[in-house]
């Protein structure tokens, strides 16, 4: 069974300085492995994905990711910290081998404070 | 914004009655996935539906049940509501090249059910 798992609830950071959500995964096959963020009475946006390829992945507002196959982490960084950054972050795996089901951790509530 | 809506935006019913959540996918998007977010907790897949036919479901109740139509919009339909089932329930689009792809899941912005 794939499984995802965000160690820190809550991340706190201040503005400009660098921000890590940490996510590790186990499944049986290659992972497919994705980050979304969620603000406040809204719906997951996508950030960013691994499928294959560079192990750094680039994604939309400045957010990077870096695929660790032997640690089996997927950590998001994002080099500059802002405010509007505030949100609950989750990470999600997809396993071919257990359906195309997207299966999320339990997310990082991440506070940027100017 | 995603292009995916749902509807309605918040639903308050009573045990033992029956909810119909609607969503509509992104254009050209054939796949509809649904998922139960309880509060503080990650999202559960529910199950999903790839070109009108149900692929793959989650660890819920057969009380859960969902359609997907020709121009791919879908709903989920659950039967004789708990109180657990108050939750945020997402729907994601996306365009699957097979019943076996893993290209992304793209969120609408939720159906809010309180069960009273």
């Known amino acids: 069974a794939q499984s995802v798992a965000q160690p820190e609830d809550q991340v706190n950071v201040a503005e400009g300085n660098p921000l890590t959500v940490k996510c590790t995964y186990s499944?049986?096959?290659?992972?497919?492995l994705f980050w979304y963020v969620q603000y406040p009475n809204r719906g997951l946006q996508f950030l960013l994905k691994?499928?294959?390829?560079?192990?750094l992945v680039k994604g939309s507002y400045g957010f990077e990711a870096e695929f660790n196959k032997s640690q089996t982490s997927f950590h998001l960084k994002k080099p500059s910290a802002l405010v509007s950054d505030s949100a609950l972050y989750f990470c999600?795996?997809?396993?071919?081998?257990?359906?195309?089901?997207?299966?999320f951790g339990g997310g990082t509530r991440v506070l940027v404070k100017p | 914004e995603t292009g995916v809506t749902q509807s309605p935006t918040h639903l308050i019913k009573t045990r033992g009655q029956q909810v119909t959540l609607r969503c509509s996918s992104q254009?050209?998007?054939?796949?509809v996935s649904w998922y139960q977010q309880a509060l503080g907790q990650g999202p559960q897949f529910i199950f999903q539906?790839?070109?009108?036919?149900?692929?793959g479901r989650g660890n819920f109740p057969p009380r859960f049940s969902g359609l997907q139509f020709p121009n791919y919009s879908s709903e989920l339909n659950v039967n004789a509501l708990e109180l657990d089932d108050s939750a945020l329930y997402l729907c994601?689009?996306?365009?699957?090249?097979?019943?076996?792809?893993?290209?992304?899941?793209?969120f609408g912005p939720g159906t809010r059910l309180t069960v009273l």
């Open positions: 254009s050209g998007h054939n796949t």
């Open positions: 691994y499928i294959t390829g560079d192990n």
């Open positions: 499944v049986s096959g290659n992972p497919y």
């Open positions: 994601a689009s996306s365009l699957d090249r097979t019943a076996s792809s893993t290209d992304t899941q793209y």
């Open positions: 999600a795996v997809r396993d071919k081998a257990a359906g195309n089901k997207l299966t």
């Open positions: 539906y790839y070109r009108e036919e149900e692929n």
